[in-house]
Nanobody, 128 residues
Framework: QAQLVESGGGLVQAGGSLRLSCTASGRTFSNWAMGWFRQAPGKDREFVAGIKWSGESTFYADSVKGRFTVSRDNAVNTVYLQMNSVKPEDTAVYYC?????????????????????WGQGTQVTVSS
C-alpha cells in the first residue's frame, strides 16, 4: 500500500556531488525509520545510510561515512541522500526503504530484512 519513489540519480564525475530524494506516501511517514541501500551488478544489496524517524540519529556504512549525508523532511514525506566526493565504486542502483514498526533497535537499520517497503531504485553512475 505504501509507496516510496526515488529520484535524483544520474551520471556524475568522480569527486562530484549528487542528491537523491525519496518521497513516501502515507500519513505515518513521520513515524518511519528510513534507510538507503545500493546494489551493483552481481553484488548483494548493501546498506548505505539510515535515519531515525525524528532525524536525530543517522547511521552510515564505513564506505560512505564522511562523504554522504542522510536527512529527512517529514513535512514533505521525503528523505534525502546527499552524496559528495563520489567515487566510481559508488556506482549502483540506490533504493530507499522504510521500517514501519514502532519498536526496533539501532541494529535494524543495517539489514534489508528489517524493512517493510522499498522504492523502485534510481541509478547512480560515477565516471572516472
Amino acid at each position: 500500500q505504501a509507496q516510496l519513489v526515488e529520484s535524483g540519480g544520474g551520471l556524475v564525475q568522480a569527486g562530484g556531488s549528487l542528491r537523491l530524494s525519496c518521497t513516501a506516501s502515507g500519513r505515518t511517514f513521520s513515524n518511519w525509520a528510513m534507510g538507503w541501500f545500493r546494489q551493483a551488478p552481481g553484488k548483494d544489496r548493501e546498506f548505505v545510510a539510515g535515519i531515525k524517524w525524528s532525524g536525530e540519529s543517522t547511521f552510515y556504512a564505513d564506505s560512505v561515512k564522511g562523504r554522504f549525508t542522510v536527512s529527512r523532511d517529514n513535512a514533505v514525506n521525503t528523505v534525502y541522500l546527499q552524496m559528495n566526493s563520489v567515487k566510481p565504486e559508488d556506482t549502483a542502483v540506490y533504493y530507499c526503504a522504510a521500517i514501519t514498526r514502532t519498536f526496533y533497535t539501532s541494529g535494524a537499520y543495517y539489514s534489508t530484512s528489517n524493512y517493510d517497503y522499498w522504492g523502485q531504485g534510481t541509478q547512480v553512475t560515477v565516471s572516472s
